[in-house]
């Protein structure tokens, strides 16, 4: 069965570059939630999408963004990188409107390392 | 905000032994999942439940959302070596307006099963 995809795996970036990841849903699910998760930490949520629309935020510095695009991926935009946002961030997705969309399936990450 | 209290923090077991792990939380969910996560990669879904009183099993696993709505617990019977990881119970619940909210996650626990 098809996953979520995320891409890329791994990205090494400079202190205040930018970066961008990307997460492509399970198939028909329409809701996409990103998290961040430091070394030996839980994964912390950032923020989500419902049908393209911003549905809840987390703990997202001022310094991210992101979108849901109308295929649904979805892309998280990091500027000004800190040393700080080294950490692998999770996309997941879910379909809504169903008791089974209460069940979130995530991808397998991107590994951020700023230098 | 919601916050999950997660035990024990980590075990150390023989293969063969049973283990039981909970989350308890000050908030209601409406659905609680437990997911296992191995170094650098995604957190995998193992079982997710969706009603008070709710017992599921899956293979050796059994996980149950306590009758209070917040609380779950999971077990892992006869454990293997490739049971090694880290589990993640989860929570969510929906705001007034019927949209899903974020998964709330436990600190986690790391599971060590000596052959």
């Known amino acids: 069965a098809a996953g979520v995809i995320q891409s890329p795996r791994h990205l090494i970036k400079e202190k205040r570059e930018t970066a961008t990841l990307k997460c492509y849903p399970i198939p028909r699910h329409d809701t996409v939630y990103w998290y961040q998760q430091g070394p030996g930490q839980d994964p912390q949520f950032l923020i989500s999408f419902y049908e393209k629309m911003q549905s809840d935020k987390g703990s997202i510095p001022d310094r991210f963004s992101a979108q849901q695009f109308s295929d649904y991926h979805s892309e998280l935009n990091m500027s000004s990188l800190e040393l700080g946002d080294s950490a692998l961030y999770f996309c997941?997705?879910?379909?809504?409107?169903?008791?089974?969309?209460?069940?979130?399936?995530f991808g397998e990450g991107s590994w951020l390392t700023v230098v | 905000g919601q916050q999950l209290n997660q035990s024990p923090q980590s075990m150390f077991i023989q293969e063969g032994e049973d283990v039981s792990m909970n989350c308890t939380s000050s908030s209601i969910f409406n659905t609680w999942l437990w997911y296992k996560q191995d170094p650098g990669e995604g957190p995998v879904l193992l079982i997710a439940?969706?009603?008070?009183?709710e017992l599921t099993s899956n293979g050796r696993l059994t996980a149950q959302f306590g009758i209070t709505r917040k609380d779950s617990f999971l077990n892992i019977s006869a454990s293997i070596p490739s049971d090694v990881g880290i589990y993640f119970c989860a929570g969510r619940s929906q705001n007034s307006g019927g949209s899903n909210y974020k998964l709330t996650f436990g600190k986690g626990t790391l599971l060590t099963v000596n052959p």
């Open positions: 997941a997705s879910s379909q809504h409107g169903l008791i089974s969309g209460n069940t979130i399936y």
């Open positions: 439940l969706y009603k008070a009183g």
